[in-house]
């Protein structure tokens, strides 16, 4: 089964950017779709991206679209989520997760069982 670690978390000034990366190892990365989601202090994880096996497909939150970019790189075992244009209210822990394929859909927490322990992304106004 697959192991993913994020990094690339921290403090950044509302405006700024930052680029989170996640590992994966122990599987076939190339077989996995793969989704970040975050969490707010107290709430539910919710959808943030999500990319399919190819890269041909990706998916974003409405919260997001057009500030974030989900990629990845199968060669290296990688996913990245480049986060521009921060607002305070981006501020959480940040997670990768994979699964093989999307039954109900890219956003449903539900559908990935593998997890990352996070990532916590600051953004101070």
């Known amino acids: 089964q697959v192991q993913l670690v994020e990094s690339g978390g921290g403090l950044v000034q509302a405006g700024g950017s930052l680029r989170l990366s996640c590992a994966a190892s122990?599987?076939?990365?190339?077989?996995?779709?793969m989704g970040w989601f975050r969490q707010f202090p107290g709430l539910e994880r919710e959808f943030v991206a999500a990319i399919s096996r190819s890269t041909s497909s990706t998916y974003y939150a409405d919260s997001v679209k057009g500030r974030f970019t989900i990629s990845r790189d199968n060669a290296k075992n990688t996913v990245a989520l480049q986060m521009n244009s921060l607002k305070p209210e981006d501020a959480a822990v940040y997670y990768c997760a994979a699964t093989w394929h999307w039954r109900a859909g890219p956003a449903a927490q539900s559908e990935y069982p593998y997890w990352g322990q996070g990532t916590q992304v600051t953004v101070s106004s």
């Open positions: 122990g599987g076939t990365f190339s077989l996995y779709v």
